[in-house]
């Protein structure tokens, strides 16, 4: 988006006037500015009809008082890149295209829509196929359907790559304050990115929520995350088409380019982009940002007036790593004494029937419990349904003393129902406007608290940072794969250990063996023999002479039969590396989109049983490796299983940066590298097994740590 782009941006997102192309759809998007109290011009566009929606029709563009602000275009797809080119000529601000026929249906449609972009020129233009805007602060609809949601002045800004979605979300019955919509469809010119841009600027956006298909630029797209976060803008984000069907779909759907899911993970957790699974969690936890803002943390007081809530709380809680920590002495006396004598003292607290609906009472408990450190609050209350409202007056009460008692201390807080529905609109307004986030359903509502507290420390962590993330590209190139015994000589450059090895003819086989030392691993070692296991060319565990003779001879039989052209007179000895801790799998690869990816996952035979696996762009550091290796399952063995030594992983990760420094500085050289397994070691780390993909001709390999 160039500087022209974003000030005509300003005029689509703020018009004062605005032409609307053609029948029955252009009437709606009238009928929709008129329902949102838009109080500009509006002027629709159709040589046909004498009025449209109450207003009288302009024949043409040229027939229009002056250039709009914003048009909206619901005219069939050719006629659209007539007007959209007209309209640039005359000056207009920026331009919805509802119109489809363009990318998303193949190579013809991607030809109309590069003329489309072309034609526009420096307008801003949103589209096409999609929906187009809402804004909420400014009261301007340019949105083709029946639209719902509101806003007290503040909230969230919702960028969605799905016409249908957007249109959904503003339905909703959760009272998300709401600040902008945006249905960007294909992205042909303006993208999710530069609508983060421009958002960012806005006081009154609170939270960015995304709907992501697919992204065309990882760059320039962490480079608007990256200012969201300094802005203190929460992204969260709802990442569709991870699944082999779901990407197929997404393709046809917007023409987006739909990339590995563990890369767009890797992405958002470079970023401080909370990932949430479904749009009704997207929702609450942007929710949550909106009216109760970031944590610091995961530590959470929970109160309810059941048994019940409180061990779903608990439950729930531990299966995402929240932390209820217990009353300190201090507050678990006050509290037994404040509460009936049936009440059990515990975080999270059940403070009984006994005292529900006094808020004096209630009050002074949770003002007891509330006195320890935490880093948000929650309150679980199911209301009763429209008609049964002698009870509500009491559920209110205890609202009342949570709302005051919280906002004493400056603690992010949430009411939450067991069940979504039951918390009715009003009591939903009423806590927003007491900055309590209204949450709907346990599970969504801590998980909106964890997401709260990931984001505090993500980007805590990454604005201390030296340097902003930028994706290590290169250029396409070929590739060829390399032997072992060169892929692991390449790897002591990078300061990786590789076992005691060496690379001999068959005859010298066992000369070798002895002089490394028994028990040795023998391996045939050709360009060929990338997976040496399937054609019987590896033999390991080779206690004496004997046992590498008969290796040899069962290893030139195997392959012969097994893969005759890849029959090498070449040999890898090495010495066999024992006292593992623990085995990890470590790739890095060149993906043309996100760049060099290092993946940690759990080796040996945990790795296809274990499905275990963190993925991390390049560059990263100590204290990202860390972190990853910590969120492992494996990790557990890594700390000590059951009395087993405790891993040195500041060894580990030396290990793993010097692979990612080595891979980074010759990023247009290496596609891909493969250690399967990396030993871990009471000393440090080997690289037992090790696939390599290079550009052919790489010699001259460096490493700058």
């Excluded at 500087?3 to 929709?32: C, K, M, Y």
């Excluded at 709802?238 to 699944?243: A, E, N, Q, Y």
């Excluded at 439950?315 to 059990?344: M, N, Y």
């Amino acid at each position: 988006m160039n500087l022209a782009q974003r000030s005509n941006l300003d005029r689509l997102f703020t018009p004062r006037h605005i032409a609307v192309f053609g029948g029955r759809d252009a009437e709606v998007v009238i009928g929709e500015c008129e329902r949102i109290g838009f109080s500009g011009k509006i002027w629709p566009v159709n040589p046909k009809r004498q009025s449209i929606g109450g207003y009288p029709c302009y024949a043409s563009i040229d027939d229009l008082p002056e250039a709009p602000d914003a048009a909206y275009m619901a005219i069939p797809r050719d006629a659209a890149l007539e007007a959209v080119e007209r309209l640039a000529a005359i000056g207009t601000g920026g331009v919805v295209c509802y119109s489809a026929g363009f990318a998303e249906t193949g190579p013809d449609g991607q030809k109309a829509e590069d003329a489309l972009v072309l034609a526009a020129g420096d307008m801003a233009l949103i589209g096409p196929n999609c929906y187009g805007l809402i804004n909420y602060i400014d009261r301007v609809a340019l949105w083709p359907f029946a639209h719902g949601g509101a806003s007290p002045g503040y909230g969230a800004a919702i960028i969605t790559q799905s016409g249908m979605l957007s249109s959904d979300i503003t339905m909703s019955q959760r009272s998300l304050p709401f600040a902008y919509m945006v249905s960007a469809g294909n992205q042909a010119a303006l993208r999710l990115e530069d609508f983060i841009d421009y958002l960012a600027d806005k006081p009154e956006v609170r939270a960015i929520g995304l709907h992501i298909e697919g992204l065309k630029d990882i760059e320039q797209f962490s480079k608007a995350a990256r200012r969201a976060l300094k802005a203190g803008i929460p992204i969260v984000a709802l990442k569709t088409g991870s699944s082999a069907i779901g990407a197929e779909l997404t393709i046809s759907h917007t023409g987006s380019l739909s990339g590995t899911d563990d890369l767009y993970q890797a992405l958002f957790d470079k970023l401080g982009i909370i990932r949430v699974p479904n749009p009704a969690q997207l929702l609450e936890t942007l929710k949550f940002f909106c009216v109760a803002g970031p944590t610091t943390g995961h530590s959470i007081a929970g109160i309810t007036c059941s048994g019940g809530g409180a061990t779903m709380l608990a439950d729930h809680g531990e299966k995402i790593s929240l932390s209820f920590p217990a009353p300190r002495q201090k507050t678990a006396r006050i509290l037994r004494e404040r509460l009936p004598d049936i009440a059990t003292v515990s975080n999270p607290l059940d403070y009984t029937t006994k005292i529900w609906g006094q808020g004096d009472k209630v009050r002074a408990a949770f003002d007891a419990l509330l006195d320890d450190p935490y880093d948000a609050a929650i309150l679980v209350q199911d209301y009763p349904l429209p008609g049964l409202d002698e009870s509500k007056q009491l559920y209110l009460n205890d609202a009342v003393a949570f709302v005051e008692a919280t906002r004493a201390r400056n603690l992010p807080a949430a009411v939450c129902s067991t069940l979504p529905e039951n918390l009715d609109k009003d009591t939903r307004d009423f806590l927003i406007s007491q900055g309590v986030a209204p949450l709907q359903g346990i599970d969504e509502a801590l998980n909106a608290l964890w997401g709260a507290g990931a984001y505090g420390r993500s980007r805590e962590r990454i604005l201390a940072s030296d340097s902003a993330f930028i994706p290590v590209l290169s250029p396409p190139f070929e590739c060829v794969p390399l032997n072992e015994w060169q892929a692991k000589d390449i790897l002591k450059k990078a300061d990786i250990p590789t076992p005691e090895s060496a690379l001999v003819a068959g005859e010298d086989v066992v000369e070798a063996a002895a002089r490394l030392g028994f028990p040795v691993a023998l391996k045939m070692v050709g360009e060929d023999l990338v997976h040496k296991t399937e054609v019987g060319a590896v033999r390991i565990g080779l206690r004496d002479e004997a046992d590498v003779n008969r290796a040899l001879v069962d290893m030139r039989d195997s392959v012969g039969k097994a893969a005759p052209q890849a029959l090498r007179d070449q040999f890898l000895v090495e010495r066999m590396v024992e006292g593992s801790l623990a085995e990890l799998l470590i790739s890095v690869r060149n993906d043309p989109s996100f760049g060099l990816a290092m993946t940690l996952a759990s080796g040996g035979v945990f790795v296809e049983l274990l499905d275990d696996a963190r993925t991390i762009l390049l560059p990263t550091d100590e204290t990202e490796i860390l972190k990853n290796l910590n969120e492992l399952k494996i990790a557990n063995l890594l700390n000590g299983f059951r009395g087993a030594p405790v891993v040195d992983k500041a060894l580990v990760s030396k290990s793993l940066v010097n692979l990612a420094v080595f891979a980074t500085d010759n990023r247009d050289t290496i596609a891909e590298i493969e250690i399967n397994p990396l030993f871990i070691l009471p000393g440090g780390t080997c690289a037992v097994d090790v696939l390599m993909q290079v550009k052919p001709g790489s010699a001259n390999l460096t490493f700058s740590a």
